[in-house]
Nanobody
Framework: VQLQASGGGMVQAGASLNLACAQS????????IGWFRQAPGKERLFVTA????????YYEDSVKGRFAISRDNVRNVVYLQMNNLKPEDTAIYYC??????????????????WGQGTLVTVSS
């Protein structure tokens, strides 16, 4: 399974970005997809996830109401729409795919495959 994250950039506070995670190699619908982020010098943390069928989503509290995850199981892409970005959202954003029994997970160690990351920088 290969994951390719894209869509990062440098924006000002209050702006929006739409990240995409394209998956190839195995049937897309077999995987729940998560987004994690890692700020400089800090650990990688959960942001949001979407279930295999797309019917269930989880969000970290600080992004609720601002970020929205969705998936297109025909195009094999997961999107992360990020609105009202804040400087504290600055990080490398990674998408990941997992399939271990669960339909969705917040836990980093339940993800089997990781993309290369895309940098989001939000200035004040």
């Amino acid at each position: 399974v290969q994951l390719q994250a894209s869509g990062g950039g440098m924006v000002q506070a209050g702006a929006s970005l739409n990240l995409a995670c394209a998956q190839s190699g195995r049937p897309f619908h077999q995987y729940f997809i998560g987004w994690f982020r890692q700020a400089p010098g800090k650990e990688r943390l959960f942001v949001t996830a979407i279930s295999k069928g797309g019917g269930t989503t989880y969000y970290e509290d600080s992004v609720k109401g601002r970020f929205a995850i969705s998936r297109d199981n025909v195009r094999n892409v997961v999107y992360l729409q990020m609105n009202n970005l804040k400087p504290e959202d600055t990080a490398i954003y990674y998408c990941a795919a997992g399939s271990k029994g669960a339909i969705i997970s917040r836990l980093l160690n339940e993800y089997d495959y990781w993309g290369q990351g895309t940098l989001v920088t939000v200035s004040s």
